[in-house]
């Protein structure tokens, strides 16, 4: 896997947005994270992440958050399937260190890897 996240890799357009949130598929969630996937007609997976300022009030700590998901979607071999993530983050994730956060993001990319290979098992 090409270990760059290029602009084809994200989900920029807020009618792309809406398309995940209006048509999704289904959900995977924890207490700090929910995704939501959508099959797409690409030949990768792409990703969006959404940090409300009621969550997490600093500018800084959302751009970090916003890091870090996209960061673990680029290392693990989610990129590879044909869907369109939005990931939706709660306030409590600031709560845990870096090491409970990388848990928490590697127990749902392998919720989500094993969903997708149930539904559709040609992926």
Known sequence: MDHQFGRAFKINQSSQYSSVFNNADFRVSSPNLTFIVKENKHSHARIGVVVAKKNIRRAVDRNLVKRIVKESFRKGEVSTLTV???VLV???LMRLNRKQQNEDLSFLWQSLIKKIRYRN???
């Open 84 to 86: 369109d993530i939005v």
């Open 90 to 92: 709660r306030g409590n």
């Open 121 to 123: 098992p040609r992926n």
